[in-house]
């Protein structure tokens, strides 16, 4: 099972027409080819479900479907950000769709022609993952009373490394939002949970 | 790439020519979270080649280092917790044993390593580095000397820092180092190995060890991958420790 906690309720609002509206226009002159995002792209779109389900199988369907995802809107993707917040964006929308759908009663994602079934040291390699995620897990609960932007800016800015414009972009929010909203959540962590220095 | 990795994608180009697939346009260096990748100069005997390097500095960077101190300060609970999930995402080769935590103020250092393969990674208000080489075979360090894989200056958008990643050998207990200015900076020494950094150009000259016959002076000669100007690759010219390998000082 996946945590809909740690989303937040307003993942559901992120849906394909928000990322397509920030990648309407293609001029095609310079292209990125899809392997090497995939390759620099896949552990933190893993981690990024790991933070979020115990389970490897649904880290894995979740992340299979982020890529597939990608390959079907990557005529879209306009550059104006980098190609891991455009990623982490789906993830995000299909994130929101997997809980949308647990909540319906739907089971889970079957994009890829059917489930991926993982070998026993794929299982091992995703629960090694999702394990190695337990202080960024932990941080986000210790932040639980921030609002579910403020967290999410957390995870992205200080545990992804995404700069707040390109977190701004997943987000959804102005930069100077972000930025705002980053600035209250450490305010807000350093008063809580002492020295946090996030 | 893991097993999983691999065969995500050998499925994403079966069943939807993942590899023929690209998109749509690249910005030209404009991102305001630039990337070197590759632009750390590792030094190390018999490299195997496994290596990756991010740097960014967010939001700025007017003063990408404020914060930063000469000596080791103790890093808060939560410090760690982000900086260990930023690493845990980030390095070559998650999983590894973390050996060596430095902190510096707002700023976390941390080595992880099994001896043949290492991964160093930062994290801190402005900048962020995930690192990782590998090597073989693993190298035996004198007792009572420091042997560095790395030393190292990165310039970026005017602001420029240097780092010292070395194994300790047997008896180091504590070492402080001297740049080329006279600056000291108190080294991070954790289960044989030894780390600082420090803001801006200037190169390690020397160290004092504390060691169980006294204090040692090690030297080290001039490293031309520590000019800001002169970046060295792995394994680059700089190749077995500057100065400061198993011959060093």
Not at chain 1, 8 to 27: C, E, P, Y
Not at chain 1, 92 to 100: E, S
Not at chain 1, 148 to 172: C, H, K, N, Q
Request: charged share 20%.
């Amino acid at each position: 099972m996946c945590n809909a906690t740690t989303a937040g309720a307003h993942l559901r609002d992120v849906t394909a027409s928000n990322i397509k509206r920030d990648v309407a226009r293609v001029d095609g002159s310079s292209r990125l080819e899809f392997e090497a995002v995939y390759r620099e792209n896949v552990r933190p779109v893993t981690a990024f479900f790991a933070r979020r389900c115990r389970d490897p199988q649904h880290v894995a369907d979740l992340t299979s479907q982020t890529f597939v995802e990608a390959i079907k809107s990557a005529n879209t993707f306009q550059g104006r950000g980098s190609a891991t917040a455009w990623l982490i964006a789906i993830a995000r929308r299909v994130y929101a769709n997997h809980l949308a759908d647990q909540a319906s009663g739907i089971d889970l994602i079957d994009q890829l022609g059917g489930r991926l079934v993982l070998e026993h040291d794929e299982v091992e390699d995703l629960a090694a993952r999702i394990d190695a995620q337990r202080d960024g897990k932990e941080l986000l609960e210790r932040a639980a009373r921030l609002s579910s932007l403020e967290r999410e800016a957390i995870e992205l800015v200080d545990l992804m490394g995404l700069t707040p414009t390109d977190a701004a972009r997943v987000l959804d929010v102005s930069p100077n939002a972000l930025r705002v909203r980053l600035f209250r959540a450490h305010k807000r962590l350093r008063k809580e949970l002492g020295d946090v220095r996030l | 790439m893991s097993a999983f990795d691999d065969r995500l994608w050998t499925r994403l180009v079966d069943e939807h020519d993942a590899d023929r697939v690209a998109l749509g346009s690249v910005p030209k260096q404009r991102s305001k979270r630039p990337l070197l990748v590759g632009a750390s100069g590792v030094a190390a005997v018999s490299v195997a080649g496994v290596f990756a390097a991010v740097l960014s500095l967010a939001g700025g960077a007017s003063n990408a280092f404020a914060g930063w101190t000469p000596q080791p300060t103790a890093p808060t609970a939560a410090q760690l917790a982000a900086a260990k999930a930023y690493c845990a995402t980030n390095v070559p080769t998650p999983g590894l044993p973390l050996e060596l935590t430095d902190t510096r103020g707002p700023f976390t250092f941390l080595v992880y390593s099994d001896d043949s393969s290492n991964d160093f990674c930062t994290i801190g208000p402005s900048f962020r580095n995930a690192s990782g080489w590998s090597t073989s075979p693993p190298v035996t360090v004198p007792a009572g000397r420091l042997y560095l894989w790395d030393e190292h200056t990165t310039t970026h958008v005017e602001q420029s820092y240097g780092f010292v990643i070395a194994r300790a050998g047997e008896g180091v207990s504590a070492a402080r180092l001297t740049l080329e200015d006279g600056t000291e900076v108190t080294a991070t020494v954790q289960n044989g190995w030894a780390v600082a950094w420090w803001p801006g150009t200037h190169q390690l000259t020397s160290a004092q060890l504390a060691t169980p016959s006294g204090t040692q002076t090690q030297t080290f000669a001039p490293s031309p991958c520590g000019h800001p100007l002169h970046k060295c690759r792995p394994g680059g010219p700089h190749g077995a420790a500057p100065g400061g390998g198993p011959g060093g000082g």
